[in-house]
């Protein structure tokens, strides 16, 4: 079992920068990989991106494509989901989870393991 909380959250106005972290209370390389996921009230959950701990295979869903970038410190710990020109429609709690990460597409949720509490990002002016 793995434990990870998610921070970095917070108000940021239009076109602003936030930068997410995922910690692990253990190295993430027995689990494949870390996925971000997002919701917006009302919506449902949305994948954001995920990046392999043993191949460094990064995904992005096209709603972050060129915005979002995924990374992983060197101890597999810790993941970080730096996040630039936001826009209002990226308001969601944004969670960290453990499973695999494929290049084509976003594997389902249900494909991850344990999640962390979420982290509110509002992107308002």
């Known amino acids: 079992q793995v434990q990870l909380v998610e921070s970095g959250g917070g108000l940021v106005q239009p076109g602003g920068s936030l930068r997410l972290s995922c910690a692990a209370d253990?190295?993430?390389?027995?689990?494949?990989?870390i996925g971000w996921f997002r919701q917006a009230p009302g919506k449902e959950r949305e994948g954001v991106s995920c990046i392999s701990s043993r191949s460094g295979t990064t995904y992005y869903a096209d709603s972050v494509k060129g915005r979002f970038a995924i990374s992983m410190d060197s101890e597999k710990t810790t993941v970080y989901l730096q996040m630039n020109a936001l826009t209002p429609e990226d308001t969601a709690v944004y969670y960290c989870?453990?499973?695999?990460?494929?290049?084509?597409?976003?594997?389902?949720?249900?494909?991850?393991?344990?999640w962390g509490r979420g982290t509110q990002v509002t992107v308002s002016s």
């Open positions: 253990r190295s993430t390389s027995d689990y494949y990989g």
């Open positions: 989870a453990t499973g695999p990460c494929w290049e084509a597409t976003m594997p389902e949720s249900f494909l991850y393991d344990y």
